[in-house]
C-alpha cells in the first residue's frame, strides 16, 4: 500500500517529454517570461499534471509512427533481421545497427531450440513464443525492463523532438510581434540533430531488448 505508484519512466518517459512540449511552446510563442517565475504550489501541481498527460499523448503518437511505421513497417525490427542473412542497400547503410544479424552461430542455437519446440522461426509470432519464457527468470526481466525504459523514453524524447520543430519554426516567424527571432530557428536545428540522435540510441535499446530475449531463450534448459 506504501509503493509509489510512479515508476522511473514515468519521469523520463512521460514528464520529462511533457515539460520538453510545454517550455518550447511557451518559449515559442514568446510566453517565456513565466518560465523565470516561481510557480504556486497549485499551478505547480497542475504544470505536472499537465506534462504527465502530455507525456501520455507524445508516448502514444510515437508507439504509432516512430515504432509501428517507421520501424516496423520501414525498417523492419530487429526480431526479423537477427536471424536473417545479413541486409545490404541504402537502409542497411545507415542504420547498420538495426540490420546487424545474429552471428551464425547463434543463429543456429536459437532455431535449434525453436526446432525443439516445434515452433517455426519466421514471423513475429517467433518472438512473442519467445518472451514469455525468458521473463520467467528475475535476472532477464530485470534487464528486459531496463532495456525499455531505455528505449521507451530515447522513442518518446525523439517524438517530442520531433514535435517541438514545428512550433520552433513559427516562433521564429510569427511567435512574436517583434519579427523574426533567430533563437526559435536556431534551437530547431538543435531539435532536429537531437531528435536523430535520440532515434539511433532508441534502435539501439530496442535491439538490445530483442537480442537479450533471442539469446536467454536459446540458453533455456
Known sequence: MNKIPFSVYDFFGYLATGFLMLV?????TGRDAMLREPPTLVMGF???VAAYVLGHIVAHIASAFLEETVLRRGLGSPEEHLLAAKKVGLRARIFPGNFRPFPAATQQRVLKKAQHHGVTASDRSFFFHCHPLVKRDQ????RLNSFLNLYGFSRNFCMALVL???LLLYGAWWGSDSGFRRGPLLWA?????A???MFY?????FRHYTVEVFTTYAELP
Open 189 to 193: 536545428i538543435v531539435a532536429l540533430v
Open 46 to 48: 497542475f504544470w505536472i
Open 139 to 142: 535476472a532477464t526481466l530485470e
Open 24 to 28: 518550447v511552446a511557451a518559449y515559442a
Open 164 to 166: 517541438t520543430i514545428p
Open 195 to 197: 531528435a536523430i540522435g
Open 201 to 205: 540510441r532508441y534502435l539501439k535499446f
